[in-house]
T-cell receptor
Framework: DQQVKQNSPSLSVQEGRISILNCDYT??????FLWYKKYPAEGPTFLISISSIKDKNEDGRFTVFLNKSAKHLSLHIVPSQPGDSAVYFC????????????FGQGTRLTINP | EAGVAQSPRYKIIEKRQSVAFWCNPI?????LYWYQQILGQGPKLLIQFQNNGVVDDSQLPKDRFSAERLKGVDSTLKIQPAKLEDSAVYLC????????????FGSGTRLTVV
């Protein structure tokens, strides 16, 4: 049962344009959502998070949007830079629980010069 | 601040052999996690420790996998005997335990079972 889904395995974007990565979830108990970025041969690194009491959180070039009714969140990167090329994982947690994270399958983002 | 240390970085073993992975979390982090990441999939939680006690091991295949965290610091994850489907990257992460945003992952151990 895939509770967190990233339906796009890969995405290619021109440098300077906007990258939009999408994530859907099924568990209505999830109330905290995170995006992680992973380079080859490295562990995932935390990028940005959002609590279910918000619908938007912004940190520099990165913005995460949450639509609770649709059980959907997205990560916007503006402007996209070559260093943003990586695999991005969406993750969710029921903070009332044991803080474990449930991850999506990941989206490989490639920024073309 | 030193990160989460894992060793070895790579390991190749034959099926039915045993293997062990080691993790040293960030100093002071009470919570330690082991995740399995199979190629093309997201990380999946195997086991979570709070200090030296197990909080969640519901997805750990206990017939072949075992983990311990002695003295609430370092942890080892063992597979015995290994199967082909255990080929994956094994990620260790730690946190203060005060919120999920505090997760820090190690670089992982890539296991190949042949």
């Amino acid at each position: 049962d895939q509770q967190v889904k990233q339906n796009s395995p890969s995405l290619s974007v021109q440098e300077g344009r906007i990258s939009i990565l999408n994530c859907d979830y099924t568990n209505s108990m999830f109330d905290y959502f995170l995006w992680y970025k992973k380079y080859p041969a490295e562990g995932p690194t935390f990028l940005i998070s959002i609590s279910s009491i918000k619908d938007k959180n912004e940190d520099g070039r990165f913005t995460v949007f949450l639509n609770k009714s649709a059980k959907h969140l997205s990560l916007h990167i503006v402007p996209s830079q070559p260093g943003d090329s990586a695999v991005y994982f969406c993750a969710a947690s029921d903070v009332q629980g044991a803080q474990k994270l449930v991850f999506g399958q990941g989206t490989r983002l490639t920024i073309n010069p | 601040e030193a990160g989460v240390a894992q060793s070895p970085r790579y390991k190749i073993i034959e099926k039915r052999q045993s293997v062990a992975f080691w993790c040293n979390p960030i100093s002071g982090h009470a919570t330690l996690y082991w995740y399995q990441q199979i190629l093309g999939q997201g990380p999946k939680l195997l086991i979570q420790f709070q200090n030296n006690g197990v909080v969640d091991d519901s997805q750990l295949p206990k017939d072949r996998f075992s983990a311990e965290r002695l003295k609430g610091v370092d942890s080892t994850l063992k597979i015995q005997p290994a199967k082909l489907e255990d080929s994956a990257v094994y990620l260790c992460a730690s946190s203060l335990g005060s919120g999920v945003g505090g997760y820090t992952f190690g670089s992982g151990t890539r296991l190949t079972v042949v």
